[in-house]
Each structure stands twice: as C-alpha cells, then as structure tokens.
C-alpha cells in the first residue's frame, strides 16, 4: 500500500514510519511521497536520505486554501496513493479535500482526545493540570483534531513535567502506535461506524 506522509517539523513520526514500515519489506507500505509546507522542515532531509520523493506546497503559494488543497490532491493522485498519513503537519484543510478522502486521512495528535485539540496540546495538558496525558490517532473529518479516534495510549504526567520533557515522553508512545494504526489500515481491518472505529 502507497502511503502520503504530510510534514511540517522536525519529523520524527516520518522517520519511525521510514524505519518500521517503508524500509521493512514484510509491511508491505511503501511512503511513495513526502509533502511538507515548511521548506525548512527537517523531516525532508529525513525523506532525502531515504531516497523518497519529496514536495513542498506553501500555502503563500496559492490564492486560497481550496488551491493549497487542490494542489495536495494533486500529489496524492499523481504518486496513486491510498491513505494520508499527517505526521506533524499543522495545516487545516477545507471540507471539500476531507469529504473526497473520507476514512483515507489520518491524524497523530499529543493529546487524549477530545481534551487538548488545537495547536498547542502539550501546554494545554500542562497548564490544565490533568494527571494523565496522551497520543490519539484518529481519522480527520472537517473539524479541528475531531475524528472518529481509532486508538489512544496513555502517558502519566509528572509533577517535574515542562512541555517539552512531557511532549517527549508522548513522542515514544506516537512512534510505536502510529506504524501500527497504519498496518491495521492496511490490512483492512478498521471499520468506521458513526464515531466508532472497530478494529477487527
Ligand atoms: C508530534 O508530536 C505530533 O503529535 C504533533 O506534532 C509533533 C510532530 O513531531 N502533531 C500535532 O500537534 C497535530 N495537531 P515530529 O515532526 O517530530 O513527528
């Protein structure tokens, strides 16, 4: 299965999934393009020293998101992709893109959905003084980080946390839950009901 991964930092999800999926034969997922709208990202070195093809779309670039959009799309069909994978990629797109690639989009956010969605979840988490944090993968629908959640792991917060001990700790629960939410999708075993995800 071609698999899309959407970048915009430092790419750490990307080079867990180049490791555990892209360069392990037995996954059968090949990541056919790396789309960043930071040209600056580090995540497109990353891509480079994996010999997979990258593409920058800034959305300066454009006269209006649905453009931006279109643009993605463009990609997506040119590399015959199946699913997007959002790694970090902190774009919004408009409902047209979403509803043409309904249960083909998924998310990695550093929170317990639906507490903490936005641009700032870690601090959030910090600031509201919840004990336990988290990552959740979820399928992207036309809102903010709302999806139908298709798994979560659990980090405990510590009482010593800063946002970036804690996004840390959060991080190494992303990189083994997302290769694995992404081999189920490629092995056909998500059913989306309503909000639910069964994983079969
Ligand atoms: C990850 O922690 C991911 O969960 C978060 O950005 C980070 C990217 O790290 N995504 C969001 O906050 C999306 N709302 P990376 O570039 O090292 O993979």
Excluded: C
């Excluded at 600031?127 to 990552?135: Q, S």
């Amino acid at each position: 299965m071609k698999i899309a991964v959407l970048v915009s930092g430092s790419g750490t999800n990307l080079q867990t999934l180049i490791e555990q999926l892209h360069q392990d034969e037995t996954s059968g997922i090949e990541i056919a393009v790396v789309i960043s709208d930071r040209r600056k990202a580090y995540a497109l070195t990353r891509a480079k020293r994996a010999s997979i093809p990258t593409h920058v779309v800034k959305t300066q670039d454009f006269k209006n998101r649905v453009d931006f959009d279109t643009e993605i799309s463009r990609l997506i069909e040119h590399y015959a992709v199946e699913l997007v994978v959002l790694a970090g990629f902190m774009k919004l797109f408009q409902p047209p893109f979403v509803r043409k690639y309904q249960n083909r989009i998924i998310n990695v956010h550093p929170a317990l959905l639906p507490a903490f969605p936005g641009a700032h979840p870690v601090a959030d988490t910090l600031a509201y003084g919840v004990k336990i944090a988290g990552v959740t993968v979820h399928f992207v629908d036309e809102g903010v980080d709302s999806g139908p959640i298709i798994a979560q792991a659990a980090v405990p917060v510590l009482d010593t946390d800063d946002a970036e001990s804690l996004h840390n700790r959060i991080q190494v629960e992303e990189h083994k839950l997302y290769p694995e939410v992404i081999k189920w999708y490629a092995q056909g075993r998500l059913k989306v009901e309503g909000r639910k995800v069964i994983v079969q």
